[in-house]
T-cell receptor, first 113, second 110 residues
Framework: DTEVTQTPKHLVMGMTNKKSLKCEQH?????MYWYKQKAKKPPELMFV???????INESVPSRFSPECPNSSLLNLHLHALQPEDSALYLC????????????FGPGTRLTVT | GIQVEQSPPDLILQEGANSTLRCNFS?????LQWFHQNPWGQLINLFY???GTKQNGRLSATTVATERYSLLYISSSQTTDSGVYFC????????????FGKGTKLTVNP
């Protein structure tokens, strides 16, 4: 099974709301990733967790706050977002970082109003 | 950082035609993946191919690591092959970051 699940599929939120995106994998992978994808652009890396520790933060604004409560779960907490943050948010996992194939979830399509 | 260039940017085919998509990269890599992004946004793994040749049904891929390019072949294309094809690499000397090319948008007409 190479499945990564993400919830919710769609999210509409106001600029003053607080919401969370969730990602789950049961493949025993120890690396998990958040990517952001704008329309007609490739995915861009936001965060990497390796063995539940934050390994990479690609200078993402603090209104995005990642959390890795255990090796199977990855959350992205959202607060005070801007309309330009509207995008497809993709979660991925791999056995470990660098040398291993990444598997992507179906994404959460976020609209900030 | 590593640069990834994909060509062509757009490709329109009739059903049944064959095509070749190209990915050039500027540095040695230890990870190269091809993905198909369907119209709903799902990124589907096609190949993990840092070097060599692989085949999966109508699709095959070749990476010539020494010359820093990879090719994705699609034979007997079907309308369901439509979407965007991304090449993504991880540099040998770089960080853990997977860097994506800009993609090739494929449209297969019936």
């Amino acid at each position: 099974d190479t499945e990564v699940t993400q919830t919710p599929k769609h999210l509409v939120m106001g600029m003053t709301n607080k919401k969370s995106l969730k990602c789950e994998q049961h493949m025993g992978h120890r690396a998990m990733y958040w990517y952001k994808q704008k329309a007609k652009k490739p995915p861009e890396l936001m965060f990497v967790y390796s063995y539940e520790k934050l390994s990479i933060n690609e200078s993402v604004p603090s209104r995005f706050s990642p959390e890795c409560p255990n090796s199977s779960l990855l959350n992205l907490h959202l607060h005070a977002l801007q309309p330009e943050d509207s995008a497809l948010y993709l979660c991925a996992s791999s056995q470990a970082i660098r040398l291993y194939e990444q598997y992507f979830g179906p994404g959460t399509r976020l609209t900030v109003t | 950082g590593i640069q990834v260039e994909q060509s062509p940017p757009d490709l329109i085919l009739q059903e049944g035609a064959n095509s070749t998509l190209r990915c050039n990269f500027s540095d040695s890599v230890n990870n190269l993946q091809w993905f198909h992004q369907n119209p709903w946004g799902q990124l589907i793994n096609l190949f993990y191919i840092p070097s060599g040749t692989k085949q999966n049904g109508r699709l095959s891929a070749t990476t010539v690591a020494t010359e820093r390019y990879s090719l994705l072949y699609i034979s007997s294309s079907q309308t369901t092959d439509s979407g965007v094809y991304f090449c993504a690499v991880n540099s040998q000397g770089g960080s853990e970051k997977l860097v994506f090319g800009k993609g090739t948008k494929l449209t297969v007409n019936p």
